[in-house]
């Protein structure tokens, strides 16, 4: 079973800093996708950056990159140029790439952004 | 709207009662998950459809939980007998086939068990 996991539960950043999330997974499958989903409060789940495991060059979407180390298995979003609106839930998701399968998503627990004026 | 709607946004029961939630995915969508989320967690797989076959159902969903998807389009989530445990969000997604892999996410249905 693949599991992920986020182990920074709060980050703080300051208005027009980088931060940079962190996520690490667990799979015996050499093909898959992995996410990065925002929640703000109240409102439902975005997605932010999507890299898929077969491709080397990581994945960029405006401010939003993504640092994936295969053999590390580890998968961590910076955001540049932080702004209020970036303020909620970021959560690291999987998803196996096999056709056959379940796309069901794997999450870790989450990380709760805070954007300081 | 073509996003993913669920009704009702927020439901409070008692224990014992039964309580049923719906799910509109996007028109084209054929495949629906449903997913529960407590508080400070990621959000968990309970079962999946594609179409109007329930393919797979997480170990979460206990005996009390059934899911339907009728002719492939919406989707009910019933709980029998709601214990103060089944107290949570429960995310409905869709996506379709083909290159985009997203799965887009609805609001929300907020489960209060008293």
């Known amino acids: 079973a693949q599991t992920v996991t986020q182990s920074q539960p709060e980050m703080s950043v300051q208005e027009a800093e980088t931060v940079t999330l962190s996520c690490t997974y667990d799979t015996s499958e050499s093909d898959y996708y992995l996410f990065w989903y925002k929640q703000p409060p109240s409102r439902q789940m975005i997605l932010v950056i999507r890299q898929e495991a077969y491709k080397q060059q990581n994945a960029t979407e405006n401010r939003f990159s993504v640092n994936f180390q295969k053999a590390a298995k580890s998968f961590s979003l910076k955001i540049s140029d932080s702004q209020l609106g970036d303020a909620a839930m970021y959560f690291c998701?999987?998803?196996?790439?096999?056709?056959?399968?379940?796309?069901?998503?794997?999450f870790g627990k989450g990380i709760t952004l805070s954007v300081r004026p | 709207d073509t996003g993913v709607s669920q009704d009702p946004r927020h439901k409070i029961t008692k224990r014992g009662q039964n309580v049923t939630f719906r799910c509109d995915p996007i028109s084209e969508h054929n495949r629906l998950y449903w997913y529960r989320q407590t508080l400070g967690q990621g959000p968990e797989f309970l079962t999946y459809?594609?179409?109007?076959?329930?393919?797979?159902k997480s170990r979460l969903l206990s005996d009390r939980f059934s899911a339907e998807r009728p002719k492939g389009s919406f989707s009910t989530l019933e709980i029998q007998r709601t214990e103060q445990g089944d107290s949570a969000m429960y995310l409905c997604?869709?996506?379709?086939?083909?290159?985009?892999?997203?799965?887009?996410f609805g609001p929300g249905t907020r489960l209060t068990v008293t």
């Open positions: 997604a869709s996506h379709g086939q083909g290159a985009n892999y997203e799965q887009y």
């Open positions: 998701a999987y998803r196996s790439a096999w056709s056959g399968a379940n796309s069901k998503l794997t």
């Open positions: 459809f594609q179409n109007e076959a329930q393919l797979e």
